[in-house]
C-alpha cells in the first residue's frame, strides 16, 4: 500500500545551521501530491508547503522542497534556523486520502 | 478565506461516557472530510474518511459502532466518541477539503481527557 517515510524523529540543530528534513514516499499513482504540515505545540497542523510538479521547488516561508519523483522524495529544507522553527513537521502524500508520515520533531536551539 | 471550525476545544468526560465533536467548513465545500487522532505519541491515525454522497469509510481498528459520524452537507460534519475509555484519549483533528486533491484544512482540534 502507500506509504511515507520519515527517517528521522528527532533533529536538534542550532540556530543559523541548515535544516534538512527527509521524506521518502511510496505510492501506485503516477501524480501524487505531497505536503508538508507543520505543527507548533498547541497547535493543529497548518500547511506548510505541497507539490505535485515533478522537479519544480517550491518555497513557503524560508523552507522550501522539490518532489522528486525519480527518488520518490519529498525533502524539506531551510537554509538558516529560527529558533521559532522548533515543531513537529509531517510530510503527507495525497489521492484520495490524506498518508501522514510519522512525523519528525524539529528542536532548533540558541 | 477557508476556515473550519471545530468545537469543543477540550473536553473532559468520565470512563464510559461519550462526547460528541463538530467541525464547521466556512468558505469553501467541504467535500470530503477526513477525521484524525493524534495519540500521546503524537503519531496521527485516520478514524474514517467521510465524502458527501458516498459511504463513510473506516480504516482498521475504528469502527462506526465506536465513532460514529454525520456529513450531511456540504459544510458540517459531526464525531462521537462512544463509551470513551482511556486509550481513546487524545487530539481529534477534522481535516476538510474541496477536492481529492485540494489541501487539507484542519480545525483546531479537540483534546479528549477521560477521567
Known amino acids: 500500500g502507500d506509504s511515507v517515510t520519515q527517517t528521522e524523529g528527532l533533529v536538534t540543530l542550532t540556530e543559523g545551521l541548515p535544516v534538512m528534513l527527509n521524506c521518502t514516499y511510496q505510492?501506485?499513482?503516477?501524480?501524487?501530491?505531497l505536503f508538508w504540515y507543520v505543527q507548533h505545540l498547541n497547535e493543529s497542523p497548518r500547511l506548510l508547503l505541497k507539490?505535485?510538479?515533478d522537479n519544480k521547488r517550491t518555497e513557503h516561508q524560508g523552507f522550501h522542497a522539490t518532489l522528486h519523483k525519480s527518488s520518490s522524495s519529498f525533502h524539506l529544507q531551510k537554509s538558516s534556523a529560527q529558533l521559532s522553527d522548533s515543531a513537529l513537521y509531517y510530510c503527507?502524500?495525497?489521492?484520495?486520502?490524506?498518508?501522514w508520515g510519522s512525523g519528525t520533531k524539529l528542536i532548533i536551539k540558541p | 478565506g477557508a476556515l473550519v471550525y471545530q468545537y469543543p476545544r477540550r473536553t473532559i468526560c468520565k470512563s464510559g461516557t461519550s462526547m460528541r465533536m463538530e467541525c464547521q467548513a466556512v468558505?469553501?465545500?467541504?467535500?470530503?472530510v477526513a477525521w484524525y487522532r493524534q495519540s500521546p505519541q503524537k503519531t496521527f491515525e485516520l478514524i474514517a474518511l467521510?465524502?458527501?454522497?458516498?459511504?463513510?469509510?473506516?480504516e482498521q481498528n475504528f469502527t462506526q459502532e465506536k465513532f460514529p459520524i454525520s456529513h450531511p452537507n456540504l459544510s458540517f460534519s459531526s464525531m462521537t466518541v462512544l463509551n470513551a475509555y482511556l486509550e481513546d484519549r487524545g487530539l481529534y483533528l477534522c481535516?476538510?477539503?474541496?477536492?481529492?486533491?485540494?489541501?487539507?484544512?484542519f480545525g483546531h482540534g479537540t483534546k479528549l481527557s477521560v477521567l
Open positions: 468558505g469553501f465545500q467541504a467535500t470530503s
Open positions: 467521510s465524502t458527501v454522497n458516498s459511504a463513510i469509510k473506516y
Open positions: 505510492t501506485i499513482y503516477s501524480n501524487p501530491f
Open positions: 481535516g476538510a477539503r474541496s477536492g481529492s486533491n485540494e489541501r487539507l484544512f
Open positions: 507539490s505535485f510538479t
Open positions: 503527507a502524500l495525497s489521492h484520495y486520502q490524506l498518508i
